[in-house]
């Protein structure tokens, strides 16, 4: 969340502002078993009043999903940004010597395919996991 708050004028053009702004994202993460994984981020910015324009509320969804095989060596992700094809720019402006409207829209539907190989998966003995944990925080010691 944040305030902006601008005074002035330029060519008698009032260029004062007083607004609250916020943004924010929510991620979840659903594990449907053992070897899925389903991520769903949504995104929000709430208009927005700067000296010059007004820009409008932002908001979009991306949605992951990611599959191991072959006891977790292999991993399949596929992933949609922007999955309604929300995402766009609208700023306006009006004063006594113009008038202005833009819309942009990029393209922000987008797939991705991953594949992820591990080729080592370092796993610590039961004599490295307890060593280091006689009260020491997780502090490294260096030359003692």
Do not use: C, H
């Amino acid at each position: 969340m944040f305030y902006t708050n601008s005074t002035g004028t330029y060519n008698e053009i009032d260029l004062a502002t007083n607004s609250i702004s916020w943004t924010g994202n929510l991620k979840t993460l659903f594990k449907p078993d053992t070897k899925t994984e389903l991520q769903i981020l949504l995104n929000y910015t709430s208009p927005n009043v700067l000296p010059q324009f007004k820009i409008n509320e932002i908001y979009f969804v991306d949605v992951g999903v990611k599959r191991s095989f072959l006891d977790n060596k292999i991993a399949v992700s596929f992933t949609v940004s922007d999955i309604f094809n929300t995402k766009k720019w609208i700023i306006q402006s009006e004063n006594s010597i113009y008038k202005l409207e833009n819309n942009s829209k990029n393209e922000t539907r987008i797939f991705w395919i991953g594949l992820t190989y591990t080729i080592n998966s370092y796993k610590p003995t039961k004599t490295q996991k307890t060593e280091g944990t006689d009260n020491d925080g997780g502090i490294i010691k260096l030359g003692q």
